[in-house]
């Protein structure tokens, strides 16, 4: 084997995966209207905050204190400089996966919910503490 068989050989190892990994990857994602999710082996390392007036606002996990999640309507990420309340309904599921800092955004609803319901994003407010 020549030096360019071997080169080309060492490249395609790399890319190759298998199926059952990438359905292992995909399965541990998750998305919806209002957030998105990345696997265990990818975890953002920010919080991506989708406001309605198109601005977005990213928040390090690192700088996370605290979330509480008071009730299925509300919950509240402390950070090192702000505090963030979300609002809406059903948002067990989100706050799951929060705690395990595996989502990658939030979106606020833009006019679009005619559900009673399941999971919603009604609003986020930044505050600066």
Same mark, same amino acid.
């Given at each position: 084997m020549n030096f360019r068989e071997r080169l080309e050989q060492s490249r395609e190892k790399p890319g190759n995966i298998s199926e059952a990994a990438l359905a292992e990857e995909l399965e541990e994602s998750f998305a919806c209207e209002y957030f998105a999710t990345d696997n265990i082996k990818s975890s953002p390392p920010c919080l991506d905050l989708r406001l309605p007036d198109g601005k977005h606002k990213a928040l390090p996990y690192s700088y996370f204190i605290e979330i509480d999640f008071d009730s299925a309507d509300n919950i509240?990420?402390?950070?090192? =400089?702000?505090?963030?309340?979300?609002?809406?309904?059903? /948002?067990?599921?989100?706050?799951?996966?929060?705690?395990?800092?595996?989502?990658?955004?939030?979106?606020? =609803?833009?006019?679009?919910?005619?559900?009673?319901?399941? /999971?919603?994003v009604g609003a986020i407010l930044i505050e600066e503490i």
């Open positions: 509240e990420i402390t950070t090192t =400089n702000k505090k963030v309340k979300i609002t809406g309904r059903d /948002l067990g599921r989100l706050f799951d996966y929060l705690v395990a800092y595996r989502v990658r955004y939030i979106q606020v =609803n833009i006019g679009a919910d005619t559900e009673e319901s399941g /999971l919603f």
